[in-house]
Structure formats: C-alpha cells, structure tokens
C-alpha cells in the first residue's frame, strides 16, 4: 500500500517533516517514505491510500498504563493517592474474575487503538485479572504490547499496615514471579512479536529486597525488562527515608539492582538532583504521567531537569480512574503546558519535545527504538493519519504544534500497526466496537456491585431515575 498525499511527521534523526508526503508500506515495513511525486512516479503500479488533509505521525507509545483499571473508569474521582488505592481501587480489582481481565483489556486497546496509541506498556496486571486473556486480547486487537505481570510479596503501601490491600490482590513470590516467568516463557515474542513480557514490581515497600534482588538477576540473566512505579506520591519518599540507613529513590534502586536500561520508571514525582544523576548515568528510563499526578495531587515531576540532565522520557496515560482516558493524545497537551505553568517559562517542553516523548522517546523506553517509534525505511509500518478537516484544528501553521496543542483522539482516522490497518475512517477493524463498550458496561457495574461500592461511585449529586 502507498499512503499518498500527507503531511508525514516523520521524527527521524533529522525531524523532516514532508508536506505532500507518501509511505510505501510492504508487509509491515516501511520500504519508502518521500514525496508523494516522487513515489507515484516510481511505484505506478501500487495500491494507494489518500491521505489528503491529514497529518501523519509515528504511532503513539504510552509507556504506562493499567489495562484493567478502563472497567473502573470515574470509580474513584477527587482522591488523593492511598485513598484511591485502599478505598476504592483494591477493592473494585480485589473483585476481578479472569472474564473481567480480558473485557478490560478489549476496552481499554479499542481506546487506545481509536486514539492513535499503537503500543503500550501495561504495568502491573495482577493473577486474578487472567494474564492469558490479556495477551489474548493484543493478539486478536491488532495492537503491540509490552506487558507486566506484577511481582510482589507484601500486600501494603509503603509497609505500613493501615494501607492494605484488599486480600483478593495479594500474591506471593510465587504466584507473581514465577508466574511471570511462565507467562515469558508462554507469550513473549507471541503475534508476530507483537507482545513482549515483562516484570511489572509493585512500589517500593510493596515487595521485598530480597525479591527485588532475585527479580533484577533473573531480568539480567533473561533479558526480561522491569517498570514499577516510584516516588510517585510524599509518602514514598517518605517511605526510603525511613529505612535504615535512610535512603533516596534512586540509591534504594540501585542498591536492589533496579536501575539501568531494561528499566522504565513511573511519575518520578519526588526526586532530588542526586535521583536524577543516577537516572542519567544508568541510563534509566522515566514514564511522564501528568495527568494522573495533578488529579490525584501526587505532584509534578522534574520533567525539565530529567531532560536536560539526558534522562529519557516517555509519556503515559496511567489508569482509567485517574486520568479519565486512555488517550495519549490528550496527554501530550498537558505535558507540553504543565511545566511552563510551574516554571513561569514558556519555552520548557515544546511541543516537538512532548511529540518525541510519545514516540521515539517511549520506543527507547521499550528497547524497541530500532524498529518502532519513527516513520523511516526499514521500521515497522505504525503510524497515525490525523484529519486535519476541521473547525477546531484550521487554520495551523506548525503541524506538530498542531497535533500537540489542538488534536484529540477523536481527530484519528486512520491507524497502522505493523503494516496492518486497525483502524479506518475512525472505525476499529479488528474489534467488534459495539459489543466491546457494552461488555464493558455491563462487567464495571457488576463488579462495583461485588465491591459493596455501588453507592461511592455514584458521585455526590442525586442521580434521579
């Protein structure tokens, strides 16, 4: 197929950006990426696609997100952190069943997918949510994934006993290490390569050291990579100082042997200046969550500081309940704003740096940088048409501003991932969208029924029937 007639953001090692531009996809790979008179005098006889008015970008990657979490969408508005957590969220996932794993997963790639997102990372998915039914659902979706399976073995926040975890998501060193180790062995490299395996380590003070310790080894020894979630809120700072001796974020990382480039760290709120060095000299990743860290009032990360010490950083959506969306589109937005709000600098985070945090920089976060990440010859063919047709994205001047500040989701029409189209005319075309939504539905309200918090969710103004 040869996709015509674009505007191509390409974000290859020299940012060209092709006003008419073409791609010429075989297989799933890119053979060609010019202009489009160029490639229709050279290639006549191929099958092409009218991309006209529509800016194309690389395929969106959000390096973290909750998969099962889409079910409990707006369960759990206006939390701090550990509320969240031990109020609402534990008990709502304490109540999965293995079918509601995989509905959460079909809603929450039907997302992704209709909004311009072609891989994610999810971070934890817990045993009782069917690790089986998760991979099931990218294979059939269309969609890359690099999935965690969680490795645990305390079921607190932070050690402390007041913040627990509802008893149907506590697992053992068993159960979450080895059982990740069987579902590596089961899944990754599975649908064409599409789904990769890796450890998904609760927060510090949610797994032992000595856990830590041999999942970091059995990482180095298999190549399987690590993202967990860290100095997210003031009580995990909190939490490393405690311990004896005290410790920051990162000298408690580097001491269990989580730092390094098969790692991908989440929010990173609560760094100080010696956190970040190490993060740069580990060549440790960091996952950029904005939205989920100012609605549950965790903080705002470094982002700057992180970037300007060589730190790379990907983007995510984080869960359904605290973002409210799973629409890295959206996301952009605020990451390319918030910093400037804090910093009084204008000039922080432009939107050509937020468009290379939500792919290349996520692709490098994945270890997958050689192949996805940027349309160029010899990558795999994922990528994102954006309709430009409309009221509220004319006139631009700057199409990657453009994408950045004044698209959403709702703006993509087309999606390819690795050759395939998943996506046409806004319309998934590997997923039954209809039923998909209303099994979704159907399965969140049960399982808030299962919770006992029928009534919490339901927010503060009377609901009249």
Aim: aromatic share 6%; hydrophobic share 40%; with cysteine.
């Amino acid at each position: 197929m040869l996709y015509i007639n674009a505007t191509v953001v390409t974000v290859n090692a020299n940012r060209d950006v092709f006003l008419n531009g073409a791609i010429l996809v075989s297989g799933n790979l890119i053979k060609e990426v010019g202009r489009t008179a160029d490639l229709l005098e050279k290639y006549p006889d191929e099958q092409t696609h009218d991309l006209a008015g529509h800016i194309v970008i690389p395929g969106l990657i959000s390096t973290h997100m909750h998969t099962a979490q889409t079910l409990l969408r707006g369960a759990a508005d206006d939390l701090e952190l550990v509320s969240w957590l031990c109020e609402r969220i534990w008990v709502l996932q304490g109540n999965f069943t293995p079918e509601d794993g995989y509905a959460a997963a079909r809603i929450s790639i039907a997302e992704m997918l209709k909004t311009g997102t072609t891989c994610f990372l999810e971070s934890m998915f817990a045993n009782r949510y069917g690790f089986d039914g998760l991979c099931k659902a990218v294979s059939e979706s269309g969609i890359r994934g690099c999935l965690g399976k969680i490795v645990m073995d305390i079921g607190t926040y932070a050690k402390d006993p007041k913040w627990a975890m509802h008893p149907g998501l506590v697992e053992d060193r068993e159960v979450s290490l080895l059982g990740a180790l069987d579902m590596h062995e089961k899944w990754d490299r599975a649908a064409n390569d599409r789904i990769r395996v890796w450890f998904g380590a609760r927060t510090p003070g949610g797994v032992s050291e000595a856990l830590y310790k041999e999942m970091t080894a059995l990482s180095r020894e298999k190549d399987i990579p690590i993202t967990m979630h860290c100095a997210e809120v003031k009580a995990d700072r909190e939490f490393f100082a405690s311990l004896s001796p005290p410790q920051t974020p990162m000298s408690f990382c580097e001491n269990v042997g989580l730092l390094g480039p098969s790692t991908v760290l989440v929010h990173m709120v609560h760094l100080d200046d010696t956190d970040i060095k190490k993060l740069a000299e580990t060549n440790t990743h960091v996952a950029h969550c904005p939205t989920s860290n100012a609605k549950l009032a965790s903080g705002i990360c470094r982002v700057p500081d992180l970037l300007d010490a060589g730190v790379n950083v990907g983007l995510g959506t984080d869960g359904a309940p605290c973002n409210n969306t799973n629409d890295l589109m959206q996301e952009m937005k605020l990451a390319g704003i918030i910093h400037k709000a804090k910093s009084y600098d204008p000039t922080l985070v432009p939107a050509e740096t937020v468009l290379e945090m939500a792919t290349i920089n996520g692709a490098k976060a994945l270890g997958l940088e050689d192949s996805i990440g940027s349309i160029e010859v010899g990558k795999k063919a994922d990528f994102v048409a954006v309709d430009m047709r409309k009221v509220h994205l004319q006139p631009y001047y700057n199409p990657v501003s453009a994408i950045v500040y004044s698209a959403t989701g709702g703006d993509v029409k087309l999606v390819v991932v690795d050759g395939q189209i998943v996506v046409e005319d806004g319309k998934l075309k590997t997923m039954d969208e209809e039923e998909i939504w209303q099994e979704g539905e159907k399965r969140g309200h049960q399982i808030a029924a299962r919770a006992g918090l029928v009534d919490k969710v339901k927010g503060r103004w009377p609901l009249i029937s």
